[in-house]
């Protein structure tokens, strides 16, 4: 395993990112960066504070200013916030500084993960399978755009999930 470069875990709310970087994490001993969890310890408010009080283009810096950060240190797994990819300049980062991979679900199987959360910004108020649907369909291109790798998510036990991510990576 060539592991000396970071692996971003990029997709929609919801995609799985976080468990997925743990099984990863585990299974290649490396470190987590669980970016919406660095900011909020950083900025010492929640994500919904920060949006509430400053706005999205602020908390759009931070995540840029993190995903820089990244390129400096040790490789880590990074477990990105879904929004990372708005930002061209962040998918030109992550790529250089490590891979990539794309962790996609149906809209019926993020509803069921992130229904009960309040903790994202974006989904509070919006939160049924069409405007997870319309959002994701916008940002598909994004995705698509920063992805090194592609992996399929529904129905796939994490352990599967992240032994194809490693074959993906290794080559
Ligand atoms: C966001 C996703 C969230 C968090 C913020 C905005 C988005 O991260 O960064 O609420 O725009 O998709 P998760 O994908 O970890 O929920």
Known sequence: MKNRQNIFLIGFMGAGKSSIAKELARKLRMNIVEMDQRIVEEQGMTINKI?????????????????????????VIVSCGGGVVIRPENSQYMKKSGKVVFLTAKPETIFE?????KDRPILNGNMNVEFI??????RLPLYEAAADV???TDGKPLSVIADEIIKAVQG
């Open 51 to 75: 949006f509430e009080e400053y706005g999205e283009d602020h908390f759009r810096d931070i995540e840029s200013q993190l995903i820089l950060d990244l390129g400096n240190t040790e490789p």
């Open 113 to 117: 993960r992130v229904r009960y959360s």
């Open 133 to 138: 649907a319309d959002l994701m369909a916008k």
């Open 150 to 152: 592609v992996i399929q």
